[in-house]
């Protein structure tokens, strides 16, 4: 349970749980099933079924690290313990933060630690999100922002700045997709949901349009006042949950007080109830990056040949740039070059195998079509299957597709991932 957990309870049928800390009764969660446990450090572990512990147990490995550098950064851990749970593939999320018992999906044991950034997000909602909660669902971005800005710190202090300077250029452009595709009035922090369902509504506007904003206010006052800002944030409305009219009436009596000569009231309140991003708002970057633009127009261009392309020491978000970034439409000899030299279909990562399927999609890329409808049978995450879902609707070729992968996979489906993808697939 998202509670206490002692490790060595007897597997006997009667559990019993203690959870000292006030909650949210959306932190409340209970799993049940085949579960064995493995410490990871002193204050984390792991439970998983058997055929997962060890796996899961040396993916994560650097969850304790973790723990610590928040704590050395934004002030003491206030959980006692920091576990996690690995849920079937059919779980909907990414994770969910759980006080003391993180819920994590299986899609990010990649193999290679390439995905743990869901690890530093979830762990960092102890700070922002758990000891200090959103009031309503239109304060959302107090938690997904905050936190978002968290994990990339956390990350950028464990694996260093190149990896935290490509993830947030890939945050970035996540966030640009959502500001096209989205209304205006979806693009606003504290978003109006009267009368509204918030999973209909749900984007990455609360997670990384808010992370951009606080890192915008470190830039303008400095990191090390900034990280100072935050652990007395995290200390005043310890264990409360709070709206975005209380947190700007806080950064009234602090940070806009303190430095009226680098923080504008009406920028703020622009980022928070404005559409879109503010003129001049900060772009990530990363130089690896640059060079990947390069390799990529020589290929398009017919300079080089895709086995040529220097991917020997590409991490996983360099991958996914360079797929990311493509043309929508490539020719079925451009996609095979690409599947023959790098072996894309077969990608066990969930991710670079997600990027991969959605472009074999938009083109009709069939050799792609066995691999597509085993991802869509065997994952329920629902970041990875809408958009599949959604691209194959547009066809009735691919609608019918869809439909017969919905249908088998739908028994196993979380109701929220069913809820998201049946419109896609009914006539």
Same mark, same amino acid.
């Given at each position: 349970?998202?509670?206490?957990?002692?490790?060595?309870?007897?597997?006997?049928?009667?559990?019993?749980?203690?959870?000292?800390?006030?909650?949210?009764?959306?932190?409340?969660?209970?799993?049940?099933?085949?579960?064995?446990?493995?410490?990871? &450090?002193?204050?984390?572990?792991?439970?998983?079924?058997?055929?997962?512990?060890?796996?899961?147990? =040396?993916?994560?490995?650097?969850?304790?690290?973790?723990?610590?550098?928040?704590?050395?950064?934004?002030?003491?851990?206030?959980?006692?313990?920091?576990?996690?749970?690995?849920?079937?593939?059919?779980?909907?999320?990414?994770?969910?933060?759980?006080?003391?018992?993180?819920? #994590?999906?299986?899609?990010?044991?990649?193999?290679?630690? =390439?995905?743990?950034?869901?690890?530093?997000?979830?762990?960092?909602?102890?700070?922002? &999100?758990?000891?200090?909660?959103?009031?309503?669902?239109?304060?959302?971005?107090?938690?997904?922002?905050?936190?978002?800005?968290?994990?990339?710190? #956390?990350?950028?202090?464990?694996?260093?700045?190149?990896?935290?300077?490509?993830?947030?250029?890939?945050?970035?452009?996540?966030?640009?997709?959502?500001?096209?595709?989205?209304?205006?009035?979806?693009? #606003?922090?504290?978003?109006?949901?009267?009368?509204?369902?918030?999973?209909?509504?749900?984007?990455?506007?609360?997670?990384?349009?808010?992370?951009?904003?606080?890192?915008?206010?470190?830039?303008?006052?400095?990191?090390?006042?900034?990280?100072?800002?935050?652990?007395?944030?995290?200390?005043?409305?310890?264990?409360? =949950?709070?709206?975005?009219?209380?947190? #700007?009436?806080?950064?009234?009596?602090?940070?806009?007080?303190?430095?009226?000569?680098?923080?504008?009231?009406?920028?703020?309140?622009?980022?928070?109830?404005?559409?879109?991003?503010?003129?001049?708002?900060?772009?990530?970057?990363?130089?690896?990056?640059?060079?990947?633009?390069?390799?990529?127009?020589?290929?398009?261009?017919?300079?080089?040949?895709?086995?040529?392309?220097?991917?020997?020491?590409?991490?996983?978000?360099?991958?996914?740039?360079?797929?990311?970034?493509?043309?929508?439409?490539?020719?079925?000899?451009?996609?095979?070059?690409?599947?023959?030299?790098?072996?894309?279909?077969?990608?066990?990562?969930?991710?670079?195998?997600?990027?991969?399927?959605?472009?074999?999609?938009?083109?009709?890329?069939?050799?792609?079509?066995?691999?597509?409808?085993?991802?869509?049978?065997?994952?329920?995450?629902?970041?990875?299957?809408?958009?599949?879902?959604?691209?194959?609707?547009?066809?009735?070729? &691919?609608?019918?597709?869809?439909?017969?992968?919905?249908?088998?996979?739908?028994? &196993?489906?979380?109701?929220?991932?069913?809820?998201?993808?049946?419109?896609?697939?009914?006539?």
């Amino acid at each position: 349970m998202s509670a206490a957990n002692d490790p060595d309870t007897p597997r006997d049928g009667v559990y019993e749980f203690t959870m000292p800390q006030p909650v949210p009764s959306y932190l409340i969660a209970l799993a049940i099933g085949d579960l064995e446990f493995k410490a990871m &450090g002193k204050r984390t572990g792991v439970y998983a079924e058997p055929s997962m512990l060890d796996a899961a147990a =040396s993916e994560f490995e650097d969850t304790e690290s973790m723990l610590e550098a928040t704590e050395d950064t934004y002030g003491p851990y206030s959980w006692d313990r920091y576990d996690l749970l690995i849920l079937p593939p059919s779980f909907p999320f990414g994770g969910m933060e759980n006080p003391r018992l993180s819920f #994590i999906t299986p899609t990010v044991i990649a193999g290679d630690k =390439s995905l743990v950034s869901l690890i530093a997000h979830e762990l960092a909602h102890s700070w922002s &999100g758990n000891t200090v909660t959103n009031a309503t669902w239109r304060d959302l971005w107090l938690n997904e922002g905050f936190t978002t800005y968290l994990t990339y710190r #956390i990350m950028e202090m464990i694996y260093g700045h190149d990896r935290y300077r490509m993830e947030a250029v890939l945050g970035y452009q996540d966030l640009q997709e959502d500001i096209d595709a989205l209304p205006d009035n979806d693009e #606003i922090l504290a978003i109006d949901l009267r009368g509204r369902d918030p999973d209909d509504v749900f984007s990455d506007i609360p997670y990384e349009k808010g992370a951009l904003f606080l890192r915008e206010i470190e830039q303008k006052i400095g990191r090390e006042n900034f990280d100072a800002f935050l652990v007395q944030y995290f200390d005043h409305f310890a264990f409360q =949950s709070i709206t975005t009219d209380e947190f #700007i009436a806080y950064l009234d009596e602090t940070l806009l007080k303190k430095y009226p000569e680098k923080l504008d009231r009406e920028r703020v309140l622009a980022w928070i109830f404005e559409p879109g991003l503010p003129e001049g708002a900060p772009v990530p970057t990363s130089d690896a990056f640059t060079t990947i633009d390069k390799q990529r127009t020589a290929w398009l261009n017919g300079e080089k040949a895709a086995a040529d392309i220097a991917t020997q020491d590409w991490t996983v978000h360099e991958w996914l740039y360079f797929l990311n970034n493509l043309p929508t439409a490539l020719s079925d000899e451009q996609l095979a070059e690409l599947d023959s030299a790098f072996s894309l279909t077969q990608s066990k990562n969930n991710e670079i195998a997600h990027s991969w399927l959605l472009m074999a999609v938009q083109n009709e890329y069939k050799p792609a079509y066995d691999r597509l409808y085993e991802y869509l049978v065997s994952i329920g995450r629902n970041k990875l299957v809408k958009p599949l879902y959604r691209e194959l609707s547009k066809t009735p070729e &691919g609608k019918a597709f869809a439909a017969k992968a919905f249908e088998e996979a739908k028994p &196993g489906y979380h109701p929220l991932t069913i809820k998201a993808n049946e419109g896609f697939v009914n006539p």
